[in-house]
Nanobody
């Protein structure tokens, strides 16, 4: 079992920045690749970013490439999502999740992630 708790969401103006955190407890955090997903109002949950177990490899959705940065601190059992130049379309509930299987496949596929947090709300005003 892994428990995940997201934090750091809030209300920000367009062009602003936020940093989300996801704290993990339970089984060894460093054994998991991690991902961030988001779900906007009336939309499907979509992939945002993923990090390999060491943090040495990352992968992003095209919509956030160049604006968001995923990182992790295995000593603190925490993964982060630095979000810069935020846009109103980034408004969503943001979730972190642990990835099953190999890093090299299905990094952006929701069903390849098993443990999920409860989410943290990000609202970007125009």
């Amino acid at each position: 079992q892994v428990q995940l708790v997201e934090s750091g969401g809030g209300l920000v103006q367009a062009g602003g920045s936020l940093r989300l955190s996801c704290a993990a407890s339970g089984r060894s955090f460093s054994n998991y690749a991690m991902g961030w997903f988001r779900q906007g109002p009336g939309l499907e949950r979509e992939f945002v970013a993923a990090s390999s177990r060491s943090g040495g490899m990352t992968y992003y959705a095209d919509s956030v490439q160049g604006r968001f940065i995923i990182s992790r601190d295995n000593a603190k059992n925490t993964v982060y999502l630095q979000m810069n130049n935020l846009k109103p379309e980034d408004t969503a509930l943001y979730y972190c999740a642990t990835k099953t299987g190999t890093w090299y496949t299905a990094r952006n596929i929701r069903t390849d992630y098993d443990y999920w947090g409860q989410g943290t709300q990000v609202t970007v005003s125009s």
